[in-house]
């Protein structure tokens, strides 16, 4: 068993010493804990410790435990880093603060139907399959700045920066290379890259905001869904 405290402090500390090698200020990276199929028994203590970003990748399972956490920490900062149906997009947009999915033309215009019904600005990203895995979410690399584009001329919506999930089997340090010359390209600051295996290495090539599951929760456990 992983002590979720002590593994969020090593994290923090492995944040601060991969930024400073790389001359950076340490607050320009953020960390998204990411609580997926962990309870809000498991994620309190990371509450109590003062941590407040977290990242869920389903909408009907952060329905199911955020709420509730919310009311007794109003300040919760939640991201949403997994595939969005456009029919989840009204919960979403209720539930979530920072979007990392946006990677198709229906879903920027539900979200953005959405952000305007509910008068709720949200953070984006617009995912990028820089793999150009069939299986995998997000636009493809070379159609990216056109869609960038679209999204922020035709609807509207504050696109903040670019996300990447690199494929298991690669060297990631290639699609964080990429996504940050894509992000140049279209002029955006932001960068959401880096897992538990290789946040350290996506620092490097410049992300502001890491996605940290198992190294503070632990191995995930599946068997019950
Ligand atoms: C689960 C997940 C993470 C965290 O993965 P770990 O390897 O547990 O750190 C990050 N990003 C996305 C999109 C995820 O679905």
């Known amino acids: 068993m992983i002590d979720p405290v002590a593994a969020l402090s090593a994290v923090n500390e492995a944040i601060a010493a991969a930024a400073r090698v ?20 498991a994620i309190r203590p990371v509450l109590e410790a003062g941590h407040r970003k977290f990242g869920e990748n389903r909408v009907q399972e952060a329905a199911g435990k955020w709420p509730e956490l919310r009311n ?7 991201h949403l ?12 947009v209720e539930l979530f ?4 999915t946006i990677d198709r033309p229906k879903i920027a215009q539900a979200i953005a139907a959405e952000m305007k019904a509910q008068n709720k600005a949200l953070g984006l990203f617009v995912q990028v399959n820089t793999g150009e895995e069939p299986q995998k979410a997000g636009i493809a690399p070379s159609e990216t700045i056109e ?10 919506l504050p696109i903040g920066g670019l996300m990447c999930i690199p494929p298991v089997a690669e060297e990631p340090s290639v699609h964080f290379a990429l ?8 002029g955006l600051e932001k960068l959401s890259m880096g897992m538990s295996s290789d946040y ?6 410049g992300a502001t905001h890491v996605r940290v599951g198992s190294a503070i929760f632990g191995a995930r456990d599946y068997s019950g869904q």
């Open 179 to 186: 996504l940050g010359e894509l992000a140049r390209d279209c």
């Open 72 to 78: 007794e920490y109003p300040d919760i900062e939640l």
């Open 147 to 156: 869609f960038v584009k679209m999204c922020q001329s035709e609807l509207a």
């Open 97 to 100: 603060d920072v979007i990392h």
């Open 22 to 41: 790389d001359k950076r200020e340490t607050d320009a990276v953020e960390l998204i804990a990411v609580s997926k199929t962990y309870d809000a028994t």
């Open 81 to 92: 880093i997994g595939p969005l149906q456009s029919n989840k997009a009204r919960q979403a």
């Open 200 to 205: 350290d290495i996506a620092i490097k090539f």
